[in-house]
């Protein structure tokens, strides 16, 4: 169906960018905390940020810095600390960041685009970071991505990144991505962290309005505990190296960019809800029959965010009636005598009227899902049916456990 | 500072009311299951149901009742089924039901109203109600109050009862309540199911206001895990037994009654949220510098609901910058550069800053509060000041242990 491939590479496997990723002593841990993203010429930019009134200072950097001017060349990325709720030390912090790096690259400050993530209220270990520019600089590569996805993770189990190439006419057209986030995972407008790169030519308000849109339909459809972060970003740059026509308007050259990056967002998300704090499973919803698209997504979504839901998917427990009064309590209006409740295979609720059904086939259905998490085939699939329109729409979630709780209660003790 | 007392009795405290509660036969364990509350004259009846698309049988049987009429005789509650996600058999059941209770009573069949709780998607077990609504009422009396509120219980570990006296002019009029609840707690209009009994004279409008206003602050600002229950209910009568003037307009006697009323609604609230599934101590938080109250209220509730800052309470954590991103993710609009954030009496941000403070001293505070869960001292205060206006709100949750996974795991299988 899609008419792209998956290929390797993570962010640098589009043309014209170099990416990397080391340890510069942010982390306790020795981890790697430091990555860089840089185009080697400058690259159409679109971001989309948390609505959290309490935001990091990179977050109010880069929405300034994309408002000004809708292009950039690099975009460093440091993990340990969120450098929100840092007050206007932070803001300090931001910019000598962009500076530094600016300095080490031979390019203008206003072309350096941050994001930071880790513990709220911490400012980021500004020592460490002006002894970490210049080594991280010098380890430029255009092999980078998987090293880069590395340095952006904190409590995630795995790194996420995907790479895609399509042809537009007859030449190649490649886009990659990376994300990093497992809790404080519920965003509104963007993710923990996500970057996109692409080769495209096409122009800033055509792009910005397919990261939006592709945005609302995919990261803004994860959710692990509820809570969105003061650091949530997306960013996605397209510098040009295909060398291919500028898509400047709407048509199907346009569609079929929005398709891939949809598809590239798509996976990123999934992947960050899939490696949710303690998850065991990811859960897919899929909402029908509602009044229209964004109501859908508002019931996916919040079917994926009900801890009754998550917790009895952990529990194995096909008690769908949580499923079903999660819906009903999500906003949107319909008619509880249309309501139809799936999962996996079972049809569980038709017309508002609950079913017969095996329960323990339906409890071994979960259990098969419990087996490998991490894998694709491991997903729970809920679908629901309103019965009252024609939208539709998608979420993911993952099941809530004790080690949920276990690495909450001690993040920062 | 309020000029009533305490007094015991429970929901029968108030003149001219008896209750029950029985083992009928409805919950495999064997518990009581079925209670009752009757009003010896016609009752004054308000009621605040779910706002929820997927309601009970019940939650629809009395929002019909009291819109035909306001007022009642007869409450009866059954727990272990919830009747909701039933179709059109739970609305059979449910007629059924008053039906019965009303012949037992020798009544009008609309002078009952009902209410269940239990697993969702399961009707109540008929059988075992025929065979069982004879004995309650014969069990019915004037001390019945707290064998009621034992019947109306499930995973509640306590039961919830309250029973205040004050004077009107020189006579005595008392007020009393009972409530149940510990998970899918997160009301939006009304929590699981809270009876109020009173016997003041009051008109059937003013009653209703009243009962509105108090559910908005107390019921409506408790949250366990997120999730609004299909059967949330809150049901006040007043049957003028207490022979004092009727209040049938606002002024002093009127504001006198809501006050009383919302400390009945507020202690029965907080006892909902201690009780939370797995907590081990209750989270008040105190929200002032808001825009409105209204606005206020939702900060502190989605700080309280925050299962990052629920399980960081549990850790006994001070990781603050989980409050400060709660609030800033609550839909509220405010400066970010006047957060004030307390913990207890420690001052952890101020005008956006963070402010240096003992981490060890800070974590012993929470860890106190662990001591004896259940007792009215083991509350964790948060006090967050916008600074963006003069609105306060409180709302109240609690922390999100591991035993909260494990009882939401294996509800059903």
């Known amino acids: 169906m899609a008419d792209w491939q998956e290929i390797s590479g993570g962010v640098t496997a589009a043309r014209g960018y170099r990416a990397a990723g080391i340890a510069a002593g942010l982390k306790p841990s020795g981890a790697k905390d430091l990555a860089a993203i840089v185009s080697d010429v400058d690259a159409i930019a679109a971001g989309v940020f948390t609505t959290s009134q309490v935001r990091a200072a990179c977050v109010d950097y880069c929405r300034q810095r994309l408002q000004a001017k809708p292009s950039a060349r690099a ?17 300090t912090d931001a910019r000598e960041s962009a500076d530094l790096m600016a300095q080490a690259l031979g390019i203008e400050a206003d072309a350096v685009l941050l994001a930071s993530t880790g513990v709220i209220g911490r400012r980021i270990e500004m020592d460490a970071l002006r002894s970490g520019i210049p080594q991280l600089v010098a380890a430029l590569s255009e092999d980078g991505g998987d090293s880069a996805s590395q340095a952006i993770i904190t409590t995630d ?16 057209v490649r886009m990659g991505g990376m994300s990093k986030g497992s809790g404080m995972i519920h965003p509104n407008m ?44 997306l960013i996605a740059l397209a510098n040009g190296q295909s060398r291919t026509t500028a898509i400047t308007e709407s048509g199907p050259e346009a569609e079929k960019l929005e398709a891939m990056l949809t598809a590239v967002c798509q996976h990123l998300a999934k992947a960050i809800a899939r490696d949710g704090e303690g998850a065991t499973c990811l859960i897919e919803v899929n ?20 801890s009754l839901v998550k917790s009895a998917i952990f529990g194995r427990d096909p008690n769908w009636g949580r499923i079903a009064a999660a819906a009903g309590r999500a906003g949107v209006s319909f008619d509880a005598e249309h309501l139809r409740v799936q999962l996996g295979d079972f049809l569980l609720m038709d017309k508002g009227q609950p079913l017969p059904f095996d329960r323990a086939a339906a409890s071994e259905y979960l259990k098969q899902k419990a087996a490998g998490a991490y894998l694709k085939e491991d997903t729970v699939a809920i679908a629901v049916n309103l019965g009252s329109g024609s939208g539709t729409g998608q979420a993911w979630g993952c099941d809530l456990s004790y080690d949920y709780v276990k690495i909450n209660a001690e993040y920062t003790t």
Request: with cysteine; glycine share 8%.
């Open 75 to 91: 975009i460093l990325c440091n993990a340990g600390q969120a450098n929100a709720a840092t007050g206007t030390q932070g803001w």
């Open 157 to 172: 189990l795995v790194t996420k990144t995907i790479a895609l190439e399509t042809t537009f006419g007859d030449r190649p």
């Open 190 to 233: 963007a993710t923990m962290l996500a970057f996109v790169t692409c080769d495209a030519a096409v122009s800033p308000h055509l792009w910005q309005e397919m990261v939006s849109r592709a945005a609302a339909k995919t990261f803004n459809q994860i959710t692990v505990d509820g809570d969105t972060s003061t650091n949530d970003c």
């Open 287 to 306: 909402v029908s029959g509602a009044p229209d698209d964004a109501a859908a997504r508002q019931v996916a979504l919040t079917i994926a965010g009900s």
